[in-house]
C-alpha cells in the first residue's frame, strides 16, 4: 500500500489552521502537566475529556494526542531540575539528570533530552505511518468472532501486563464489564441493573467515571503524600549539548529509539518499561558503567529517546485495532467513543481525515515541541513552583464543573465523587483503574461481537476456535491466564514428587 498520498492528505488536514492551534494547545498542555509533578497526561485529557464533545472529532483527537506525547518532553524537565518526574515514564530520568544539574550541566541534559525525544518520536511516528495501514489493512478479515476474540486478547493482555496481580486485574476487568451492561439492552430495550434511577437509562457516565478515578482519586492520593520540591539554584547555561555530549548520546538515542518502538506497541506499561530497560542496557553496554547514577549524559539520553518512540508507537495498536497500550490511550479511546467514533480495524476507511490527520500532526507537534521546549525552560521552572496547595483546589473545580456541563445533572458529580472515593480505596488496595476503563469501554462491542458470532453461527460457541484468526487470539489469551500459575504448579508438582 502506497502510504505516501494518504499522508499528503493527512498533512492537509493537520495543516488546517484550527488543527494547527489544537495541536499546538495540545502539545503545551502536555508539557505543562509533564513539569508539573503529581499529575501527567491521565489528568490533563480526563480534564478536557468533557470540553472535546463540542469540538470536531478530528481536532479533539489530534489536541489530545498531543497532550499524551507532549507529556513525555516535559516530564524530564522536573526529572532533572527537580528530582521528581513529572510523569512515571521519566523516573529513570532523575538519576543521571538530576546528578548533571547538581553539577552545574543542566543545559546540556535537558537539551539532550528534548533532541533525543524529537529523533525518537520522528521515528516513532514514521514506524506509524509505514506499519499502520497494512496491520489495518489485514485486521479487515476479522469478522464478529475475531472481534470478540481480539477484545478477550486485549483485556487479558492489559492486565498482564499493568497489574501486580492476576486475580486483582481480572476483577477490575469484570468490574468493568459490568459497569458496561448498565442501561438499556440494545437488542431488546428493557433495562439492566438501573435500579429505577432514570440517570442510569443509558448507562454509567464513562466522563464521570473517568473523572473521578483518574481526577479525583490522584488529588487525594497527591494531598495524602505530599510533594515537596526543590528546584535547582544552578545557573541552566546553555542548552545545546557539547560535541562530547553528542559522541557519548549517539548510540544511546539509537538504541533507545528503537528498544521504545517495540515496547510502545505491547499493551501494558510499554512507555515506563522501554525507559527502565533502555537505562539497563545503558549501563550493561557501556566502558564506563561506574558513572551511571552520577551524572551520565548516556543514562538521560537512551531512556528519554525510549519512551518518546514508546509513546508515538503506542497509537499503532490503538488506531488500527482499537486496542489501547497503557492509561493515557485507553483514555483515547474512550475519547473517541465519546465522539461517536467505534475504534476498530475500519478506522483507517471510516474516517481516514482522523486517521492520517492524527498521523500527520504527529509530526508537526514534535518540531513544535522541539521548537517549544527549549526557549520556554526559564518559565517552567517558574511554573514548578507554583504551591500545590492552590493546584489540587483548581483540579477538582475544573472536573466538577466538567462534569456538570455535559447534563448540567448534579447526580453526575456525585457518581464521580463516588468513583474517585472508589479510585482511592482501588489504590490503597493495589488495584488498577486501566482493566476497569478499557472493560467498560469496550463493553459494548465485546457484547455486540459475542452476541452476532452466536446469531451466525446458530447458536454455536464451536465458532471461537474453528475460525484460524479467532482460535489463535483465544489461545494467546489462554496462555497469558496460565503464565503466573506456572510457579504455583511447579511447587505443587515438587510437593507430589517428595
Known amino acids: 500500500m502506497d502510504v505516501l498520498p494518504y499522508l499528503l492528505h493527512g498533512f492537509e488536514v493537520a495543516l488546517r489552521p484550527d488543527n494547527l492551534l489544537y495541536c499546538f494547545l495540545g502539545v503545551l498542555g502536555g508539557t505543562l502537566v509533564g513539569v508539573l509533578p503529581g ?9 478536557l475529556l468533557p470540553g472535546i464533545v463540542y469540538l470536531d472529532p478530528v481536532s479533539a483527537i489530534i489536541m489530545l494526542a498531543g497532550v499524551y506525547y507532549g507529556s513525555m518532553y516535559g516530564g524530564s524537565t522536573t526529572s532533572i531540575l527537580v ?14 539528570g538530576h546528578q548533571m544539574a547538581l553539577q552545574g550541566r543542566a543545559g546540556p541534559a535537558l537539551g539532550i533530552a528534548a533532541f533525543g525525544s524529537f529523533i525518537a518520536g520522528t521515528f516513532g511516528i514514521a514506524l506509524l505511518t509505514v506499519a499502520g495501514a497494512p496491520i489495518a489493512e489485514f485486521a479487515l478479515r476479522f469478522g464478529p468472532p475475531e472481534y470478540f476474540s481480539l477484545m478477550c486478547l486485549a483485556l487479558i493482555v492489559l492486565i498482564h501486563l499493568t497489574g501486580t496481580s492476576l486475580r486483582r486485574g481480572l476483577i477490575s476487568a469484570c468490574a468493568g464489564l459490568f ?8 437488542v431488546t430495550g428493557q433495562p439492566r441493573f438501573t435500579l429505577s434511577f432514570t440517570v442510569l437509562m443509558d448507562g454509567v457516565g464513562l466522563i464521570p467515571m473517568i473523572m473521578g478515578l483518574y481526577g479525583v482519586t490522584e488529588v487525594l492520593l497527591n494531598i495524602e503524600r505530599g510533594i515537596q520540591r526543590t528546584v535547582v539554584q544552578h545557573k541552566i547555561g546553555s542548552l545545546l549539548p557539547s560535541r562530547q555530549d553528542w559522541r557519548e548520546s549517539a548510540a544511546p538515542i539509537a538504541r533507545g529509539t528503537l528498544l521504545g518502538s517495540v515496547l510502545g506497541m505491547l499493551p501494558g506499561a510499554g512507555v515506563v518499561l522501554a525507559s527502565f530497560l533502555s537505562y539497563a542496557v545503558e549501563r550493561k553496554l557501556s566502558r564506563h558503567p561506574e558513572r551511571f547514577g552520577k551524572g551520565a549524559i548516556a543514562g538521560v539520553a537512551g531512556p528519554e529517546s525510549a519512551n518518546n518512540a514508546a509513546a508515538q508507537c503506542g497509537f499503532i495498536p490503538l488506531l488500527t485495532l482499537g486496542i489501547p497500550a497503557n ?15 467505534q475504534p476498530s480495524p475500519m478506522l483507517v476507511q471510516s474516517h481516514p481525515d482522523l486517521f492520517w490527520g492524527t498521523i500527520a500532526s504527529m509530526y508537526v507537534g514534535n518540531v513544535m515541541l522541539l521548537v517549544l521546549n527549549l526557549p520556554l525552560i526559564g518559565i517552567w521552572v517558574q511554573v514548578l513552583r507554583v504551591p500545590y496547595a492552590l493546584l489540587f483546589p483548581v483540579i477538582l473545580l475544573f472536573c466538577m464543573l466538567g462534569v456538570y456541563m455535559i447534563n448540567r445533572n448534579v447526580i453526575e458529580i456525585w457518581i464521580m465523587l463516588g468513583f474517585g472515593v472508589i479510585g482511592y480505596i482501588m489504590k490503597k488496595t493495589a488495584y488498577e483503574f486501566a482493566p476497569l476503563v478499557l472493560a467498560m469501554v469496550i463493553a459494548p462491542i465485546f457484547e455486540n461481537a459475542f452476541r452476532q458470532s452466536l446469531i451466525l453461527s446458530l447458536g454455536s460457541l464451536s465458532t471461537f476456535v474453528t475460525r484460524p484468526i479467532s482460535a489463535t487470539l483465544l489461545a494467546c489469551a489462554a496462555l497469558l491466564l496460565l503464565v503466573p500459575l506456572v510457579p504455583q504448579l511447579r511447587t505443587v508438582l515438587g510437593r507430589l514428587k517428595e
Open 179 to 186: 459497569l458496561g451492561t448498565i442501561g438499556m439492552d440494545l
Open 327 to 341: 492509561v493515557a490511550t485507553t483514555l483515547l479511546l474512550a475519547a473517541l467513543v465519546l465522539l461517536g467514533i
Open 83 to 96: 528530582n521528581i518526574p513529572g510523569e512515571a515514564a521519566s523516573v529513570v530520568t532523575c538519576i543521571d
Open 39 to 47: 499529575l501527567g497526561p491521565q489528568s490533563a485529557i480526563v480534564l
